[in-house]
């Protein structure tokens, strides 16, 4: 396709000026570029199509991994207390 449809991340390095040339950055470009950012940011993490359980489970996997590193010190020090 035209340079100036593709995606960053299809331009080659050779290609890098030229599609910087075609782009708008005027404030209206820029804050359509952020929207187009952000809506597919939202829809590759956020809106996902399929979900299911691994997204709980890793979210409540990390809370338990975090907490007991915070909690960690009173932890120990509390079993080795008990154990005397």
């Not at 960053?8 to 952020?34: H, I, K, Y």
């Not at 299911?52 to 409540?60: R, S």
């Not at 009173?74 to 005397?84: D, E």
């Amino acid at each position: 396709g035209p340079l100036s449809e593709r995606r960053l991340m299809d331009v080659r390095l050779g290609e890098l000026p030229a599609w910087l040339a075609t782009c708008n950055f005027s404030p209206q470009g820029l804050l359509g570029g952020m929207q187009k950012a952000w809506s597919s940011y939202y829809d590759k993490y956020i809106n996902v199509k399929r979900g299911g359980p691994a997204g709980i489970t890793m979210l409540l996997a990390g809370y338990c991994i975090l907490s007991y590193s915070w909690n960690y010190q009173h932890i120990s020090k509390a079993s080795f207390l008990g154990s005397v």
